[in-house]
């Protein structure tokens, strides 16, 4: 309520991106004391809801998606408005600033955001010393954390993205929970090229090498680009199997356009980059059931794109989903959408004669709604 009738209007003021950099600021400061934790906790305390996944237990199954807390800065913060996991990033090992300015854009009437940031990030290395302080200082969310690892520009541009994806795990292994590689977002020349069989084969290969050098075992997930062919999908899929991917992050954001509704959503429909929310809904589900009746319960599914509440994350979940996320939704409706999804999730097991949730996983995939 509050955020809709206070600070949604004046957000609405701001270009996107400063907008987005100022919510940040301001709930990583509220969230960096106890006292601004217990706050947050009261306004927007979040039902249980508890499932498996990846060898670890989550509280419920939203987390955050990535992109939201690209420097992992805030991490305090999202626990503290009920998300039961995070995913930071995208991380790059090289420092990057990102595609030129203006590079954010929203659409209100679609509930839609088009990005182009092009994973602008102070690189793997201040990310660790980041996280590092973050632990010292006593800091440390009691959430899984998953880091998005993508490619800096100038690795692609040397045909050298193997080097680059090893470097930043091996300096981040440590620190997160499970990692999700990121050869899916649109707004880095020649990324979604490394979907190729041959130079996928040859990335998460490297990948599955250095993960069995390391003792610590973490669940490495591949995160899946919408705009790509259902056989593609079937194909990279397969690969990530056979490589040693422990689960599927669906979907990525979309280049493609819906029919836009109004002036604003025109301009920001015009704007080159990844769309995500709302019009995304739809390809989200199909890839996930695509997904899912190809790898079933064996290897688990976040559904991310579009989920906004009880019956989009219920969508996501009935389609095949272990876990889920959102992004676009924290902007358009607030904090108060997580506990409102987990609350509206638990009645929908009710309603459904289900105990738990890991018993609705997939059990409408078939569907083809």
Partial sequence: MTYG??????????????AHTLSLKIGSKVASTLPGQKMLGSLYRTPSLPINAFGLG?????????????????????????????????????????????????????????????FNNPGAVETRK????????????????????????????????????????????????????????????????????????????SINEFRSSRDMVRPVLFKISPDAEDDEIGMMVDIAMKNGIDGFVAVNTTTSRPMPTSTRSRRA????????????????????????????????????????????AWDAITSGATLIQLYSALVFNGPAVVKKTIRGLKRKLHQEGLTNLQDAVGIFSDNNR
């Avoid at 809904?281 to 688990?300: A, C, F, K, M, T």
Wanted: hydrophobic share 35%.
């Fill in 269 to 312: 429909f015009s704007e080159s980059g990844g769309l995500s929310g709302r019009p995304l809904r739809d390809r989200s589900l199909e890839v996930i059931r695509l997904v899912y009746r190809r790898v079933g319960n064996d290897y688990p599914i976040v559904g991310v794109g579009g989920i906004d509440g009880p019956e989009s």
């Fill in 130 to 205: 980041n996280l590092l302080a973050t632990k010292e200082n006593g800091s440390w969310p009691r959430t899984p954390l998953a880091l998005n690892i993508g490619c800096s520009k100038i690795s692609m541009r040397d045909n050298k993205p193997e080097d680059d994806f090893i470097a930043t795990l091996h300096q981040l292994w440590d620190f997160g929970d499970m990692f999700v590689i990121n050869v899916s977002s649109p707004n880095t020349v020649g990324l979604r090229n490394l979907g190729d069989s041959n130079k996928l084969d040859k990335l998460l290969s």
């Fill in 58 to 118: 989550f509280r419920h199954p939203l987390g955050l998606a990535a992109g939201m807390d690209k420097k992992c800065e805030a991490l305090p913060l999202w626990p503290s408005i009920g998300f039961s996991w995070i995913e930071g990033g995208g991380i790059t090992y090289h420092p990057q600033d990102g595609n030129a300015k203006p590079r954010m854009f929203r659409s209100d009437s679609e509930r839609a955001l088009v990005n182009r940031m092009g």
């Fill in 5 to 18: 009738l206070l600070v949604r209007p004046f957000l609405k003021f701001l270009d996107s991106e400063n």
